[in-house]
């Protein structure tokens, strides 16, 4: 099994001027022959505390895919982290192949390996297309990995150490202020929402919404996920590529990063944008265009914070009822964000990354 920091000169220049590259403070690539393993870990900030982050396993079109990934997405959890007001840093870990086809235990034995090596910088846990049984297979070769513990409130209701329902929660903590803020609704009855993804945590998401009155417009690349959201919920299935283009008050992205590009801005017809997916705009200058269009933006990191808050406390001796609590308390952070950017004509992820640097450069 070799963990390998970057070493190599032309490596080197490659990851360095990488545009995706911020000041990451470690980049390991990991391979082990035997099991046929190809990850990164990427390691951004560890100021705040040990960097967590999920290990996301997806059939990358290329290893500079994979890598962009990576270095994006473990900077968002160091924003996500310190907006929170966690004690960790921000860090991710990708695997190179297909979840359905190509892994094996003994593959997430030897990405524990690779984790455990890092000797606690960087904390594990499940993303998309790993999940709880994964973790615990990391488990057995480190301690350095969350979301795996059975989690129980004070009635004795017990689920999995799966964060996507605490994900799925803030992400409608996060949305009920957006549409209290533009919409002046204190409720959610009729509030049209287009969902673009129903995996583990817009399906969560999809059945909140449709619990509190709203009208859910769904699409995913899996037909089989939408048909179950119309029998469930009665919602409207979408084409993918159409679900820029519907009418209505929110369009809530749960799947894939840079999907607010120039190509979809123009097509959106919703008021606001707010949803559970990392990494929702392409270019940071797209966070300035919705505010110059008036949508009214959710910063990612922020609304989609309930998974982090969930693994963090899980290695702490928090009972449930507070980490729910301060899940819900995602909508009080983004009510604030809201206020203050439009005080200081700043659009919302200008101001949400202004407090978070505020929190974790020092």
């Not at 390996?113 to 910088?121: Q, Y």
């Not at 009635?155 to 002046?184: W, Y």
């Not at 037909?223 to 029998?231: F, K, N």
């Amino acid at each position: 099994m070799n963990s390998t920091p970057i070493s190599e000169q032309e490596t080197t220049m490659r990851i360095f001027s990488h545009h995706e590259f911020d000041h990451h403070e470690q980049v390991v690539f990991c391979h082990d022959q035997a099991t046929g393993l190809k990850a990164i870990i990427a390691i951004h900030n560890t100021h705040l505390g040990p960097a967590l982050g999920g290990c996301r396993m997806y059939p990358y079109a290329s290893e500079e895919e994979a890598l962009n990934d990576v270095l994006r997405l473990s900077k968002g959890m160091t924003y996500k982290s310190a907006i929170a007001n966690l004690p960790l840093g921000g860090g991710k870990s990708v695997i190179i192949g297909d979840p359905h086809s190509d892994k094996t235990p003994d593959l997430m034995r030897a990405m524990g390996t690779a984790v455990e090596r890092l000797g606690g910088r960087y904390i594990v846990a499940e993303d998309s297309g790993t999940n709880v049984e994964d973790m615990l297979l990391l488990g057995e070769i480190t301690k350095h990995v969350s979301g795996i513990a059975e989690k129980c409130d004070a009635e004795g209701n017990c689920r999995s150490g799966d964060p996507s329902p605490m994900t799925a929660r803030g992400t409608f903590a996060g949305i009920q202020a957006a549409v209290k803020h533009r919409l002046g609704r204190a409720d959610m009855e009729g509030v049209r929402v287009a969902i673009q993804g129903v995996g583990s945590v817009g399906h969560h998401l999809a059945k909140l919404l449709h619990d509190a009155g709203a009208k859910i417009f769904v699409a995913d690349i899996n037909r089989s996920a939408v048909e179950q959201m119309v029998m469930e919920l009665g919602a409207t299935a979408v084409a993918n590529e159409a679900i820029y283009d519907q009418d209505v008050d929110v369009f809530s992205p749960c799947a894939m990063g840079a999907i607010i590009n120039d190509q979809t801005i123009p097509r959106l017809r919703a008021s606001i944008v707010a949803g559970a997916a990392n990494n929702q705009l392409a270019e940071k200058s797209h966070g300035q265009a919705l505010a110059t269009k008036g949508i009214l933006y959710a910063p990612d990191y922020v609304i989609n914070a309930g998974g982090v808050i969930d693994v963090c406390y899980e290695r702490s001796s928090m009972a449930q009822e507070q980490i729910i609590k301060q899940v819900d308390a995602i909508g009080e952070t983004l009510h604030e964000i809201f206020t203050r950017a439009e005080a200081q004509h700043k659009s919302t992820y200008e101001l949400a990354d202004q407090i978070a640097e505020e929190r974790f450069a020092s």
